[in-house]
């Protein structure tokens, strides 16, 4: 795999379009506000400011209801806006050097695409039946509808046979149509559920006109580094590390992080993964912990270890939501934003303000995008980790390397320095070769 030079840099803010603009929950031809997409430019600058270098969107094609319902995928959703305001967006992005990663849903579709409601129309003779895994009664009537395989039994996203060769057409083509818009790369909504040859196949196409797009695929178990060589990915996502941030500082039981980072050097030597503490699917960080004086240390894991880090919207604010599992249980993580970053309210400001001076470290090392980690001191806990730069990244005077120290007790607690001189970032002290890490405290040393 050689994933573009660009995305060795990347720093993703991921938004979820139609919830930070305050889009209705249906699609309408007459939404109550127009070019809703563009609410997305006054964001920009505080993008960059921030210290991120691409916007990762959500879905933005038309749909149903949420985004991931798709029915035409060569079309922005009228409650986000047009194609001009697509475009003016990514001009407007790619001024400012940020990168723009699409939401691509290419397992399932939502009924009102138009090859399935050809099949509606016209039954199993249908052009288009070939794209779906149907079952017709044995006896077919005008009107009868078929069984259809779906996504993880949401009837109404209708699955799509990737066996059949006009299905990986139809994606090469609207991957190809909005990269030459100005996109830059793909996220893979439920690639776990797509056959890897298919990813393969459609990815070494589009590579073939677009050698720079990138292309990370939804993953949430399983054998990533497998799926990422044999589906032609750049990346996968992380979440089995995000389990271990929020559960081991929710637990005091940092030996479950020791673990799960063996298991991220592992992927590492391999590529490098997308690693998030909140995202569209999850309940946020804020409130997935139990203290919230630990949300620190998790942004401090996420931006100091190997991979590419993304920041959902709204994280780096200490905006709370909790993700229910019912109808409309995504709402409460997927929020209306302010009209500008003026209208933030100004607690969420000591948050932005960490986030900023740790994409700040990790922008002076840069190394740290495929850095491999060692754990050096252990308890329940105390974490005293080094990140040290990979091979091809270590330069003759040796490879480079940071300490990174979280203390989750309520005590001050004292451990060996390493031979770390330098306080980067965090509350800590040194001396006599110690870390002095204060309650609840954290460190990043070089």
């Known amino acids: 795999m050689n994933p573009p030079d660009w995305s060795r840099h990347a720093i993703w803010w991921q938004v979820y379009p139609l919830g930070f603009v305050g889009a ?34 959500g879905p933005v094609f038309r749909s149903e209801t949420h985004g991931y319902d798709t029915t035409d995928y060569f079309g922005v959703d ?44 016209t039954g199993p003779a249908s052009v288009s039946a070939p794209w779906f895994d149907l079952e017709w009664p044995e006896d077919v009537l005008e009107g009868d509808e078929p069984t259809y395989r779906d996504f993880e039994g949401h009837h109404h996203l209708v699955a799509l046979n990737h066996g059949e060769p006009e299905v990986a057409d139809f994606v090469v083509e609207v ?36 050698p720079d797009a990138y292309f990370v695929g939804e993953y949430i178990h399983g054998d990533y580094a497998a799926e990422v060589g044999a589906g032609g990915l750049d990346s996968a996502t992380q979440y089995e590390l995000w389990k271990a941030v929020w559960s081991s500082l ?101 948050l932005l303000a960490l986030h900023q001076d740790l994409i700040g470290v990790r922008r002076r090392h840069s190394w740290l995008h495929r850095a491999t980690t060692e754990v050096v001191h252990l308890t329940n806990e105390v974490l005293v980790y080094r990140v040290t730069a990979a091979p091809s990244d270590t330069t003759p005077e040796g490879p480079d390397h940071l300490l990174v120290a979280l203390n989750v ?27 002095v890490l204060p309650p609840q405290a954290w460190a990043v040393l070089a």
């Open 24 to 57: 209705e929950q249906a699609v309408t031809d007459q939404p109550s506000a127009a070019h809703r997409l563009l609410d997305l430019v006054p964001w920009l600058d505080y993008v960059i400011g921030l210290g991120a270098s691409g916007l990762a969107l």
């Open 78 to 121: 009228p409650r986000l806006g047009t194609l001009e305001d697509f475009d003016t967006l990514v001009a407007e992005a790619h001024r400012r050097g940020l990168r723009i990663l699409l939401d691509g849903v290419f397992n399932h579709v939502g009924r009102s695409f138009a090859p399935f409601q050809d099949v509606l129309r």
């Open 175 to 210: 991957m190809q149509y909005w990269l030459e818009r100005g996109a830059d790369g793909w996220r893979l909504d439920a690639a776990y559920a797509v056959p890897s040859a298919f990813w393969a196949d459609v990815t070494a196409r589009v590579r073939a006109s677009h």
């Open 250 to 350: 929710n637990d005091a039981n940092f030996f479950e992080l020791a673990a799960a980072l063996e298991r991220h050097n592992a992927l590492l030597a391999s590529f490098a993964p997308l690693t998030f503490v909140g995202n569209h699917d999850v309940t946020r960080i804020a409130s997935k912990l139990q203290d919230p004086a630990l949300v620190a240390h998790a942004v401090v894991l996420l931006l100091t270890l190997g991979g590419t880090p993304s920041i959902y919207y709204g994280d780096e604010q200490g905006y709370r939501g909790v993700k229910e599992d019912r109808v409309g249980g995504d709402d409460d993580v997927r929020p209306i934003f302010p009209a500008s970053p003026a209208d933030l309210s100004p607690v969420g400001a000591p």
């Open 409 to 435: 007790s309520a005590q001050e607690q004292a451990v060996d320095a390493a031979g770390e001189g330098t306080i980067l970032a965090g509350q800590a002290g040194l001396g006599d070769g110690r870390v």
